[in-house]
């Protein structure tokens, strides 16, 4: 089983940025699609990013497109989330997932393994 822990998250100013990092343990990720998702209160947890195990497949929902941008250095057995030009509606509590198999999944009920979260507040 994978432990994962994101960490990076905090309070910026509309139009800074941030890095988020979500770290696995227990075993390797490397076979594992990764993806990052965020959540706020009373709203179902949105897809946010993904990346295919070796880090060459990326795909990005429509609302983050051109700000964000998800890697992997599997060595490291880390994924991070890089959000630029951050915008207050980006505010939310923001998860990785992992799911063995295939890359091609957006839906949170498709990935086996979650972290705790990491809480971003964007400010205008």
């Known amino acids: 089983q994978v432990q994962l822990v994101e960490s990076g998250g905090g309070l910026v100013q509309a139009g800074g940025s941030l890095r988020l990092s979500c770290a696995a343990s227990?075993?390797?990720?490397?076979?594992?699609?990764m993806g990052w998702f965020r959540q706020v209160p009373g709203k179902e947890r949105e897809f946010v990013a993904r990346?295919?195990?070796?880090?060459?497949?990326?795909y990005y929902s429509d609302s983050v497109k051109g700000r964000f941008t998800i890697s992997r250095d599997n060595a490291k057995n880390t994924v991070y989330l890089q959000m630029n030009n951050l915008k207050p509606e980006d505010t939310a509590v923001y998860y990785c997932?992992?799911?063995?198999?295939?890359?091609?999944?957006?839906?949170?009920?498709?990935?086996?393994?979650w972290g705790q979260g990491t809480q971003v507040t964007v400010s205008s």
């Open positions: 997932a992992g799911r063995g198999g295939s890359y091609y999944y957006i839906a949170p009920e498709n990935y086996a393994y």
């Open positions: 990346i295919s195990t070796n880090g060459g497949r990326t």
């Open positions: 227990g075993r390797s990720f490397s076979s594992d699609a």
